[in-house]
């Protein structure tokens, strides 16, 4: 058995598993780093950029990067907390989020974010982009909302690896792109798991909205982050 | 059979070749139908979604018809400084058509694109894949008068460049341009001589006499070439692959373009030597779509060379076997990064992948990979042949060798210099006839925009690095307007996969208009130092992490022309208009807008 890895977070000795990424480590140690894209079980993207550290001084995404031995990560300082910030606040201003009439208000991660980093009014000017709503049998698919994070590309395909959410154009038309044919295959309970793993209000599925109220729901109670930061 | 059943067949259920499946598709059919790309889907069992992911991605893949005639015009910033705008006029007046769309006859689309690789011959367009040169209002209605009359692309090609350009398998009006030839990359070469010398030393030898030679990356980044080939041979694998690099995207690059239609041979070589160093048995160039016409070409020479027996099967009897196969992407600039280049070399989209794994340890179809730039192979063969303290004795302490560059923009001689390392600026401009320079752009847009106080800076690894893109501006010159090609140009091409180049870039760029405009105050110029910082650091790849450069680097040089554009007065300036806002309440309750516009401002 390979030696346990010894590193540092802002000061703070932790310990990690070889093989664990920045991310899993920290959360061993009971430190929180926010993330958007990553999600457990999936393959890292590193496409929100959000848990973005400071790793012997170079930017890195703790979502991609093994922690190494010695590694002196710079996590909630100023610096990379402001970046942070400007990340959450591009995701806000590059789509239409209009919290109050999202089914996924108090269930939605990048609200959650913008409540724990404080945000009231962007630094960034708002892009207001045209973007459509898309129904399919099962769900609808709301484009002002999606932050193209990928989870569902890499969470929901067939049981042969084909993809029924994949990637279209590029650059800022980006946008996520559902296979007709297999959208139309998919079973509730995978329609389902589509909204419970997008992080914001993207993939609705049909005729449940609002069956939580406002109010009730996971963020609504304790704020993100503090699962990880009770273990401490 | 009917024709895209006859692609799929060729192409086998090759994933890799998903590209080419489309490519062909397009040509033979004019675009690819969602009835093509359900059989394509069937044919390869991916979804549907997945192959219009790979269209979309692509600049020359499209699912709409096209014209006969699709005509994709350069609107790099040297096409705009050398008349881009009347010939983009002129086209639109002779076909009836506007840009981004398709005439009604459906003779001719007309498209705009990135630098096609042509920098010194602008405006430059392709149509239907072949490139045409110095386009003029003139040779524009000569063009689509042939396009009337029904005449093929390559027919209206009437004056070949030089050199194998002029070959009866290139039959290119492309001028190679040549203004200095040096000794590593432009003297003679002689085939099959470098894999000779190579074949006399172990695999580990040619390593050690590469590290010798002390060759960096030519591609721009300068990582040490036999470094990079000791780490790829060290990783066990049952395959190892090597891999050309010859995307060529930068704007203001066009260097490989040269090399490889004068001395291909000696880049196969080099990629032969890079194999046998590194234990591969297949090289892939990766060949840029615009650089299309050359193909036909290379496939002769490469058989040429299988035939003389330095390449294939036991090479010189020397039990090595080694061979070259080409692939080419659809058009991205992305896809000159290395790891955005294995995807796209395996059919799909060009998008970057994260590291670690770096592509010495899983790079294309996850086999240990060495991508190495066209020049950087070519000076390989050229160490081979001539050694490495002979190759030391060339450019500087840390910039070993010579460097190609490619020079365009204000001056009397543009083209190609192959100079040694730790060359001046200065000494650049006046080789290549420069007058009353205000600005270079030195490594294209994602490198470094210099102002005169530093035109005695070197050009080498420990000062002004460079992939061979150089680009001289005068004094008529509106620097703004170069800035704002450059952010159009990274807006463009940013893959989309990570936030801050995605977002960041656009917001980047709105910032910069609206100091241009003059209605910034000094704390927009604060904010757009500061958002391009962020886009640095967050970033995914190479792109997002330099494409705020042609913001930061003028600030830093000419950090007075954005004074100049401050308004000094005021605290705070809105991002919008509020009279224009509101304009359309105030015609409906009678009050008079112009008044509330000027009061908000
Ligand atoms: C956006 C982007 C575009 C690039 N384009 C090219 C290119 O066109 N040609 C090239 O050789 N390297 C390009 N590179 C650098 C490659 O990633 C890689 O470093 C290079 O091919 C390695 O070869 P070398 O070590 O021989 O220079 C690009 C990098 C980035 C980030
Ligand atoms: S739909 Fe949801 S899960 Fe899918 S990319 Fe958009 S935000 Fe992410
Ligand atoms: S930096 Fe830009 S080009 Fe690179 S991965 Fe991110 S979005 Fe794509
Ligand atoms: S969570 Fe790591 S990049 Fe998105
Ligand atoms: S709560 Fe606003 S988009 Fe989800």
């Given at each position: ?5 010894k590193?540092?977070i ?5 310990y ?112 207001f ?37 994949a990637?279209?154009?590029?650059s ?31 993939i ?29 | ?18 590209i ?8 033979s ?28 991605f ?11 005639y ?10 705009e ?13 002779e ?16 498209f ?25 209002e ?27 350009n ?30 000779a ?55 203001g690059?066009f ?8 001395r ?96 010495v ?8 990979t ?13 160490i ?145 130092e ?72």
């Amino acid at each position: 058995m390979p030696d346990k890895i010894k590193f540092t977070i802002d000061g703070k000795d932790c310990y990690a598993e070889p093989g664990q990424t920045i991310y899993e480590a920290a959360k061993a140690n009971g430190v929180f780093i926010p993330v958007l894209c990553h999600y457990e079980g999936l393959k890292p993207v590193g496409s929100c950029r959000i848990c973005s550290v400071r790793a012997n001084g170079r930017w890195m995404t703790s979502c991609t990067q093994p922690v190494t031995n010695g590694m002196v990560i710079e996590n909630a300082t100023p610096e990379v907390e402001a970046y942070r910030k400007a990340i959450i606040e591009m995701l806000f201003v590059e789509g239409n989020h209009f919290c109050p009439t999202c089914e996924k208000s108090g269930n939605c991660e990048l609200q959650a974010l913008a409540y724990r980093y404080q945000i009231m009014v962007p630094q960034f000017p708002y892009l207001f982009p045209k973007r459509e709503i898309e129904a399919f049998p099962g769900f609808l698919l709301e484009h002002n909302r999606c932050i193209q994070c990928q989870r569902c590309v890499r969470a929901i395909q067939t049981e042969d690896g084909q993809k029924i959410f994949a990637l279209k154009n590029r650059s800022k038309d980006l946008r996520i792109n559902v296979d007709l044919k297999l959208a139309a295959r998919m079973t509730e309970k995978e329609v389902q798991k589509a909204m419970d793993i997008c992080p914001v209000g993207a993939i609705l599925k049909k005729e449940v909205g609002f069956r939580i109220p406002i109010g009730k729901r996971k963020y609504d109670q304790k704020p993100i982050g503090s699962e990880v930061e009770e273990n401490k | 059979m009917d024709p895209i059943r006859k692609i799929l067949q060729k192409y086998k259920r090759d994933r890799t070749r998903l590209i080419d499946i489309l490519k062909d598709i397009q040509e033979s059919e004019g675009s690819i139908t969602q009835q093509a790309i359900e059989l394509v889907a069937k044919h390869l069992k991916i979804s549907r979604a997945e192959i219009e992911g790979v269209i979309t991605f692509y600049h020359f893949l499209s699912d709409r018809p096209l014209g006969k005639y699709a005509v994709y015009l350069n609107n790099s910033i040297t096409s705009e400084m050398a008349g881009r705008q009347k010939v983009a006029e002129a086209l639109e007046k002779e076909t009836g058509c506007k840009f981004g769309q398709t005439s009604e006859d459906n003779l001719v689309s007309l498209f705009e694109t990135s630098c096609v690789g042509m920098n010194d011959q602008e405006p430059a367009a392709l149509i239907n894949g072949v490139v045409f040169t110095s386009l003029n209002e003139e040779k524009v209605r000569k063009i689509v008068a042939g396009m009337k009359r029904g005449l093929a692309a390559q027919e209206m090609v009437e004056e070949y460049g030089d050199g194998a350009n002029g070959h009866e398998l290139v039959r290119a009006m492309v001028k190679n341009n040549i203004r200095k030839a040096g000794a590593v990359i432009f003297d003679e070469f002689t085939p099959g001589q470098a894999i000779a010398q190579a074949l006399n030393k172990t695999p580990e030898g040619v390593i050690e006499e590469i590290k010798k030679a002390n060759l960096l990356g030519r591609g721009g980044a300068g990582f040490p070439t036999g470094l990079k080939w000791e780490l790829c041979r060290q990783e066990k694998s049952d395959q190892h692959y090597v891999v050309c690099n010859a995307d060529e995207g930068e704007p203001g690059t066009f260097k490989d373009r040269v090399i490889l239609t004068e001395r291909p041979q000696m880049v196969f070589e080099g990629m032969a030597i890079a194999g046998y160093a590194v234990g591969a048995h297949l090289g892939i160039l990766y060949l840029r779509h615009e650089y299309t016409y050359l193909k036909k070409y290379f496939e002769y020479l490469l058989q040429k060379m299988r035939e003389e027996g330095i390449l294939g099967k036991n090479i010189l009897g020397r039990g090595f076997d080694f061979d070259i196969e080409i692939k080419s992407g659809a058009g991205a600039y992305v896809c000159g990064e290395e790891s955005a280049l294995i995807e796209s070399a395996e059919g799909k989209r060009g998008e970057p992948r994260d590291r670690p794994p770096f592509p010495v340890q899983k790079g294309y179809l996850d086999k240990p990979t060495t991508v190495n730039n066209v020049e950087t192979l070519a000076a390989s063969a050229r160490i081979m042949l001539r050694g490495s303290s002979w190759f030391r004795t060339l450019g500087t302490s840390v910039s070993a060798g010579t460097k190609v560059l490619s020079i365009s923009g204000d001056c009397q001689r543009p083209g190609i210099y192959e100079v040694e390392f730790g060359i001046t600026v200065r000494e650049l401009l006046e080789m290549a006839g420069a007058q009353d320079t205000l600005a270079v752009q030195v490594g294209g847009p994602s490198g470094n925009c210099i102002s005169e106080s530093g035109f005695g800076r070197k050009i080498c690894y420990s000062d002004l690095a460079t992939g061979g893109s150089f680009i001289i501006f005068n004094r008529r010159r509106d620097l703004f307007a170069v800035v704002r090609n450059f952010l159009d140009f990274f807006i463009e091409e940013s893959c989309g996969w990570c936030v801050p180049c995605r977002a960041g870039n656009v917001l980047l760029k709105k910032k910069f208009e609206k100091i241009v405009a003059g209605l910034g105050t000094a704390q927009d110029l604060a904010e757009l130092e500061a958002w391009g910082k962020i886009i640095k650091s967050m970033s995914r790849c190479g792109l997002g992490q330099t494409s705020p450069n042609p913001v930061l680097t003028t600030l830093t040089n000419f950090r007075e022309l954005y004074e100049s554009r401050i308004n000094k007065k005021a605290d705070f300036i809105p991002e919008f208009d509020l009279g224009q806002a509101v304009m359309d309440a105030c015609q409906l309750t009678g009050r008079k807008f112009k008044e509330e516009s000027e009061n908000a401002r």
